[in-house]
């Protein structure tokens, strides 16, 4: 069985730039959350898809943004990169789309901004 | 707001004591709680969760965890520590929060280290 899969493990971006990371949830899941780990910090928030909608954000700006494709997969788009958003992007999935569900996560993909 | 504090940034316990790690939360109605632990360079591995019921609730590895709610805690605890345990771990709350919206709150971590 499966579980969360994340690509890339690593990632370098200098200030301004624009990355996408990426999420395949565990089988039989539909829903998927992003959440951003700072170091020394627990995960934080940042939004739910489900039905390849958006259906509940966090308190992050527009920089970041989200698409869930019909196979549940999702990606997390962050522009105009700021030496703050260097942190561990953890992935999560659900079988439901409720925050109260258990959220099974990836292994995360660690964005270092230069 | 919903919060979740892990007064300990770290606990230190011999090989073979019982541990326990503590949280405390705050929110508005019923909660549901979570707790995690964290590998180095790896995700977050689900460990238990309470619903409703019974407080002590049965988790992965042989953790429990008791839910108090006249203390608003839930405690993380195993009878005999290994020195596998040894890792961050991460207490959550889930509440209603309105508008057919549940919130999800993170601890900010407890590093557990198991001394051999």
């Known amino acids: 069985d499966a579980g969360v899969t994340q690509s890339p493990t690593h990632l370098i971006k200098t200030r301004g730039q624009q990355v996408t990371l990426r999420c395949s949830p565990k089988s039989g899941h539909d829903t998927v959350s992003w959440y951003q780990q700072a170091l020394g910090q627990g995960p934080q928030f940042i939004f739910q898809y489900y039905e390849e909608e958006e259906r509940q954000r966090g308190n992050f700006p527009d920089r970041f943004s989200g698409h869930q494709f019909p196979n549940y997969s999702s990606e997390l788009n962050v522009n105009a990169l700021l030496l703050g958003d260097s942190a561990l992007y953890l992935c999560a999935s659900s079988g439901g789309a409720s925050l109260a569900d258990t959220q099974y996560f990836g292994p995360g993909t660690r964005l270092t901004v230069l | 707001a919903q919060s979740v504090a892990q007064p300990e940034d770290q606990v230190n316990v011999a090989e073979g004591n019982p541990l326990t790690v503590k949280c405390t939360y705050s929110?508005?109605?019923?909660?549901?709680l979570f707790w995690y632990v964290q590998y180095p360079n790896r995700g977050l591995q689900f460990l238990l969760k309470y619903i409703t019921g019974d407080n002590l609730v049965k988790g992965s590895y042989g953790f429990e965890a008791e839910f108090n709610k006249s203390q608003t805690s839930f405690h993380l605890k195993k009878p005999s520590a290994l020195v596998s345990d040894s890792a961050l771990y991460f207490c959550a709350v889930s509440a209603y929060s309105g508008a057919g919206s549940y919130q999800l709150t993170f601890g900010k971590g407890t590093k557990l280290s198991v001394i051999p």
């Open positions: 929110v508005s109605g019923n909660p549901y």
